[in-house]
């Protein structure tokens, strides 16, 4: 029993002995990695980059720093990106489909009424489809590291409440800056003026334009009901983030600093997700007792929004090939089986 104790021990202390080693071999430098984004403080989004920041300290004994940069003040989505792939910024997590300026079937992410579920957004995301996508924006300057949850998008206003599809014609709508959401809003009458995101709540307190178009939480957390009345659940949209870093940034590091990051990046998704999905539940409530009139279309009106944006899906479904529309579509399909 003696003998055992002690060859127990001196595995153990054997164990131990190759970790420290492998530890104390680690490739990790001392660097500072700048994590830009468009949302604020408090914002699932932030709360997400602020866990992955966390971890990535953990993991690798505080010797990379991640810098949050929260509520664009380094600039727009469309800046961030170039950033990167200059390399002078390091990470950041915008709207999928944005990307569709560097990879046209990123766009698919922004077609109307595509998922039911954020459930069923992950599956797709996750898995092969999802997968195939960021690993074409490597010969973009970009480094897909996963996918978090912005959530579905409603539409606000400051001149009437939407009750009919056929009410948001005349209004003047902000929009991403990217040309499927300008289509998408045309088609259901508006005039859309696409704006980079931290213009957007002076737009809106200046009356420069009449409304915008995001999910609960964004509207919650950047105090849209200081200047927007009416709030619409219309769902058109289902938003995953893409979670990036600079290529740059990704072929200077060592394996051992890409693992940190990647394991980052997946841990970080889960509690995000989880996050997001949490907040969406009671960010409506909060913006109702905020003063904002909330209110929801009947099936028979939702049925008009779909069939208005059919054209727009059918356009960009022949732009960017239709064997990727019907790959993602029998994704879909598998999943809600």
């Given at each position: ?115 039911n ?10 898995g ?5 996508l ?58 859309p ?24 939480t ?59 999905r ?53 994704e879909i ?5």
């Amino acid at each position: 029993m003696k003998g055992s104790k002690q060859k127990w021990l001196a595995l153990a202390i054997a164990a131990f002995a190759a970790l420290a080693a492998a530890g104390a071999g680690a490739q990790v430098k001392e660097r500072t990695l700048k994590f830009a984004f468009q949302n604020q403080t408090g914002h699932p989004q932030a709360q997400g980059a602020q866990k992955f920041a966390d971890i990535v300290a953990a993991k690798s004994g505080g010797k990379i720093t991640v810098k949050l940069f929260p509520g664009g003040t380094l600039g727009g989505d469309l800046q961030t990106v170039s950033a990167l792939q200059g390399g002078t910024v390091e990470l950041t997590v915008l709207n999928a489909g944005i990307l569709s300026a560097q990879v046209r079937e990123f766009a698919v992410f922004d077609f109307p009424f595509l998922f039911n579920s954020g459930k069923e957004a992950d599956a797709v995301t996750d898995g092969p489809f999802g997968q195939k996508l960021m690993a074409r924006l490597d010969d973009k300057g970009l480094h897909g590291l996963g996918y978090w949850d912005l959530g579905f998008r409603n539409l606000t206003n400051s001149k009437r409440p939407i009750a009919a599809a056929d009410d948001i014609a005349g209004l003047k709508i902000r929009v991403i800056q990217s040309p499927i959401y300008i289509d998408l809003f045309s088609a259901l009458g508006a005039n859309p003026a696409p704006l980079p995101f931290p213009e957007l709540y002076p737009a809106l307190d200046q009356k420069a334009v009449d409304g915008q178009e995001n999910p609960n939480t964004t509207i919650l957390a950047s105090k849209f009901a200081e200047v927007q009345k009416y709030i619409t659940q219309t769902r058109h949209v289902y938003n995953p983030q893409a979670l990036l870093v600079s290529k740059k940034t990704w072929d200077g590091m060592s394996a051992d600093e890409r693992q940190i990051l990647t394991e980052a990046a997946k841990d970080s998704t889960v509690f995000q997700r989880a996050a997001s999905r949490s907040a969406a539940d009671s960010a409506l409530e909060a913006l109702r007792r905020a003063g904002m009139t909330v209110s929801e279309l009947p099936p028979e009106e939702m049925e008009k929004l779909r069939a208005k944006v059919k054209p727009v899906i059918d356009k960009y479904s022949a732009s960017m090939g239709e064997a990727t529309v019907t790959e993602l579509m029998a994704e879909i399909a598998k999943v809600r089986k």
